[in-house]
């Protein structure tokens, strides 16, 4: 979280999302490892922005800044929030979890 000023209003959430077991493959799947993929980054990046959805809704005024990290190779995928693209990492096998 990142203060405007010094005052205890909250203007930019940084939200980083992380699924896990829905990317996993399927082996009995009639789709292919690509097709499966595709699909689960879209779910995942609709359930990531339910949530993002959520939180602008508990806390009115409040500029979310959201990515979705693979762990499987530590990609960093559709950020948004904001134009600047300095606001999100580069590198994607060096990100801080902690």
Avoid: W
């Amino acid at each position: 979280l990142e203060q405007a000023d010094s005052s205890t209003e909250i203007s930019t959430l940084r939200f980083v999302y992380i699924p896990t077991a829905m990317y996993a493959l399927r082996s009995d799947s009639t789709s292919s490892p690509g097709k499966q993929r595709q699909r689960a980054r879209a779910d995942g990046k609709k359930r990531r922005n339910a949530i993002v959805a959520h939180i602008q809704s508990l806390i009115p005024g409040i500029n979310v800044h959201a990515i979705t990290v693979d762990l499987a190779d530590g990609s960093i995928k559709q950020p948004e929030g904001t134009d600047d693209t300095t606001m999100f990492p580069k590198v994607n096998r060096n990100i801080d979890y902690c």
